[in-house]
C-alpha cells in the first residue's frame, strides 16, 4: 500500500472518530433532566414478578416496584402491566452516581382518579372495576385509587360467601368520596337495583292472570314467599302454597328451589303480583273419589272441634265431618267430652261428595257398639186388693169424662170418634 493511500485512511478514520464523539455529546446534551416529582412517560420494557424497567428515555432504565404499579396489593408485577405499554409515571427518587431511578405508576394513576371520580359522582356515571381483594367487610377494587365495596352494596340479594369474586368485573357507581381520608365507597347494588325497576314495568305488562310459569324461591317471611318469575318478584301467600294447612312457608320451600307459580292478581300500578303454587297443582279433592269410597276405614287427625260434631283430615287439604252423633255410641253433650285437637282416630266414611268437597264420617262405627246392662231383678210382690180405693179412682175417673161425647168408657179406651157416636142419629136427617 502506498504512503499517499495510508494517510487518507488515516485521515478518514479520525473524521469518524471526531464525528462520533460529537454525536455523543450531543445525546449527553440533549438527556432530560430528572428532578424528584417529575412526570415522565415511557414504554415498559422488562416485567419481573416484584418490579418492572421502563424506558423513558434517560441514561439508562428507571424501574417500578410493585408498590408503586397500582394502589391495591399485586401478587406480580404481570398483573398491572405488560411488555410495550406506554406509561406516565412520577419520579420517586434518582441517583446518577449509583444509576438508580425509581418511578411510580400509582401516584400518577391516583392523581387523574380523584378528579375523575369526582365528575362520576355527579353523573352518577356506571364504571367498570375488576376485584383485586376480597375482604372482611367486602371487596376492595382498582380504580386509579383504592375502592372499596360494602358487602350489603354488591348484589341485590345477600351474598353469604365472596371467595369466588376475586378477578370478577363488576358494574359500579360513586357513592362516597374522601380525599383527605383517601376514602372511596361504589355500589353496584344501585346500578342492579335501578336496571330491576326500569324492566319491572316492561315485565309486568307482559303478564296475565291465569299464566303459569315457572319461578325461584327467593326469600321466605312468615306470611309466604316472593318468587322471582322472571326478573320481577311475586308473592305466595302461606294459604296458596299446598293444599294442606301450612303453618309456615319453610315446611313447602326453601330459598333457591324451583317451583311452578300461577298469577292469581296482578296490580301494575303498585307493582304487585299474587301467585299461587297450589293452584299448579292437582287439587286434593279431585282424586277423592278414587282413593276413597263409601265403607272404607281410614285413620284421620282431629282438626277443630265445634258444638255439632269434630272435623277430621283423611288426606292432606280433605276434611270431612263426624257430627256429635256419630262420636260415641253413648250421648255425649259437646265433642270436648271424648276428642281433642290433633288427635289420630279412625273413621269410617259414610258418604263422599267430591263436587260439593263434602265427607261425611263416623267414629263409633269403626267400634263395636257395648253391650246394654242387664235389668235389675225386681222382686215380686202380690198385689194386695184395695176395693174401697179402686172402686174410688174408677169414680173419680169416671166423673172426669161424664159427658164428654169424643171418649168411650168401654174397655177399648177412648177410640170412638164424633162421626161413630152420632152416626145413628145423622142417619135420621137424610
Known amino acids: 500500500m502506498s504512503d499517499e493511500v495510508k494517510v487518507q485512511d488515516q485521515t478518514q478514520e479520525v473524521q469518524e472518530t471526531a464525528v462520533s464523539q460529537a454525536e ?54 404481570g398483573q398491572a402491566v405488560q411488555i410495550g405499554q406506554e406509561v406516565e409515571l412520577k419520579v420517586v427518587s434518582i441517583n446518577d452516581a449509583k444509576e438508580t431511578l425509581v418511578l411510580s405508576k400509582r401516584v400518577v394513576d391516583s392523581e387523574k382518579a380523584w378528579d375523575k371520580l369526582q365528575g362520576q359522582l355527579e353523573s352518577k356515571e356506571v364504571i367498570e372495576a375488576v376485584v383485586a381483594e376480597v375482604v372482611k367487610g367486602g371487596l376492595v377494587v382498582d380504580i386509579g385509587v383504592r375502592g372499596f365495596v360494602p358487602a350489603s352494596m354488591v348484589e341485590r340479594q345477600f351474598v353469604e360467601d365472596f371467595s369466588s369474586y376475586k378477578g370478577r368485573t363488576l358494574r359500579l357507581r360513586v357513592k362516597e368520596l374522601d380525599r383527605e381520608k383517601n376514602k372511596v ?32 324461591v327467593q326469600r321466605l317471611t312468615q306470611f309466604g314467599a316472593f318468587i322471582d318469575i322472571g326478573g320481577i318478584d311475586g308473592l305466595v301467600h302461606i294459604s296458596e302454597m299446598a293444599w294442606h294447612h301450612v303453618e309456615q312457608a319453610s315446611d313447602v320451600v326453601k330459598e333457591g328451589d324451583k317451583v311452578k307459580v300461577q298469577i292469581l292478581k296482578l296490580d301494575p300500578a303498585n307493582e304487585k303480583i299474587s301467585l299461587s303454587i297450589k293452584a299448579t297443582q292437582e287439587g286434593p279433592w279431585s282424586k277423592v273419589e278414587r282413593e276413597f269410597k263409601a265403607g272404607d276405614i281410614v285413620t284421620g287427625t282431629v282438626k277443630r272441634l265445634a258444638a255439632f260434631g269434630a272435623f277430621v283430615e283423611v288426606a292432606p287439604g280433605v276434611e270431612g265431618l263426624v257430627h256429635i252423633s256419630q262420636i260415641a255410641h253413648r250421648h255425649i253433650g259437646t265433642p270436648h267430652e271424648v276428642l281433642k285437637e290433633g288427635q289420630e282416630v279412625k273413621v269410617k266414611i259414610l258418604e263422599i261428595n267430591a263436587s260439593e268437597k263434602r265427607v261425611s264420617l263416623s267414629i263409633k262405627e269403626t267400634e263395636e257398639a257395648p253391650e246394654a246392662p242387664a235389668a235389675a231383678a225386681k222382686p215380686e ?36 170418634t164424633l162421626g161413630e157416636r152420632f152416626g145413628d142419629k145423622l142417619s135420621k136427617f137424610k
Open 381 to 416: 210382690r202380690e198385689r194386695q186388693p184395695r176395693p174401697d180405693r179402686d172402686r174410688g179412682s174408677r169414680e173419680n175417673h169416671q166423673k172426669e169424662i161424664a159427658g164428654n161425647e169424643n171418649v168411650s168408657l168401654s174397655n177399648q179406651g177412648m177410640s170412638m
Open 24 to 77: 455523543a455529546e450531543h445525546a449527553l446534551n440533549n438527556v432530560a433532566v430528572l428532578k424528584k416529582g417529575a412526570t415522565v412517560k415511557g414504554k415498559i420494557v422488562k416485567v419481573d414478578a416484584d418490579q418492572a424497567f421502563v424506558d423513558i428515555g434517560y441514561k439508562y432504565d428507571g424501574v417500578i416496584p410493585v408498590r408503586e404499579l397500582s394502589s391495591v396489593s399485586l401478587d406480580d408485577a
Open 185 to 216: 365507597i361504589l355500589s353496584q347494588k344501585d346500578v342492579l337495583d335501578e336496571e330491576h325497576e326500569a324492566n319491572k314495568k316492561k315485565i309486568i305488562e307482559g303478564l296475565q292472570v291465569g299464566q303459569v310459569l315457572d319461578g325461584t
